[in-house]
C-alpha cells in the first residue's frame, strides 16, 4: 500500500522547473525586450514588472511579451499579487515572501539580500530564490553589495534553486557557476546578437 501512495500521488506542487538565465523587465530595457526575449536560451526565465506603467498599458505589454516568452519556452514571472499572476496566466509570481506564499501552484520566486531574508523566503515556500546584488548595479547605485565569496556562502544556505542577480553579465555568471544568474541591462544586450 506505502509503495503505491508513493508513486500514484501526483506531486503537490506543479509549476515549471526554474530556468537557469532569467530576463527582468524595466522602464529601460523595455525597447529591447521582444528582441532579448527571441535570443535568450530556449526554457530561459521572464520576469515581467513594468511597474511604470498604468494597469491596463501594464497588462497589454506583458500579454504581448509573454506570448513571445512562450513560444520560445520561456518560464513567465509577474511581480505583485499571486491572485493577479494567476488571472493574467503567468507560469511564476515574483515579490515580496509575504505575496509569495499565497502563490500555490505558481512558481514562486523571492530575492533575498540576507540570511534572514533566505530563511523568510524558506518559510514562504519560495521555490527559487534570487540572490542579491552581488555585483554593483545600475539599478541601486552606489549600494552595498554581497560580492561573489558572500552570495556563495548565502546560496549554500539555500534549500532551494539559486539565480544570481545585481550587475551580472554573462562573463560574471562564470565566476557564480553553478548557479543561474538573473539581469536587466545584462540581458537586454542579447537583443544586438
Known amino acids: 500500500m506505502a509503495r503505491c501512495y508513493s508513486e500514484c500521488v501526483p506531486p503537490i506542487h ?3 522547473s526554474p530556468a537557469a538565465i532569467w530576463l527582468i523587465s524595466d522602464a529601460r530595457n523595455d525597447a529591447v525586450l521582444e528582441a532579448a526575449l527571441m535570443r535568450l536560451p530556449v526554457g530561459s526565465g521572464f ?4 511597474y511604470h506603467l498604468d494597469p491596463a498599458a501594464r497588462r497589454a505589454r506583458f500579454r504581448r511579451l509573454q506570448r513571445i516568452a512562450h513560444r520560445r519556452g520561456h518560464v513567465v514571472a509577474l511581480a ?3 491572485a493577479h499572476a494567476r488571472r493574467w496566466g503567468a507560469d511564476a509570481v515574483y ?4 505575496t509569495v506564499a499565497r502563490g500555490y501552484g505558481l512558481l514562486r ?4 539580500h540576507s540570511l534572514r531574508e533566505l530563511g523568510a523566503a524558506h518559510r514562504a515556500r ?8 552581488v555585483f554593483p548595479t545600475r539599478s541601486h ?7 561573489v565569496v558572500r552570495a556563495r556562502l548565502l546560496a549554500r544556505r539555500a534549500r532551494v534553486p539559486v539565480v544570481m ?7 560574471r555568471a562564470m565566476q557564480v557557476e553553478p548557479h543561474g544568474w538573473a539581469a536587466i541591462d545584462g540581458l537586454a544586450g542579447w537583443a544586438a546578437g
Open 14 to 16: 506543479t509549476q515549471p
Open 47 to 50: 520576469v515581467f514588472r513594468h
Open 80 to 82: 505583485g499579487d499571486p
Open 95 to 98: 515579490g515580496a515572501p509575504a
Open 109 to 112: 520566486i523571492v530575492t533575498v
Open 126 to 133: 519560495a521555490d527559487l530564490v534570487m540572490i542579491s546584488p
Open 141 to 147: 547605485p552606489g549600494s552595498a553589495v554581497l560580492g
Open 165 to 171: 542577480l545585481g550587475g551580472m553579465d554573462a562573463n
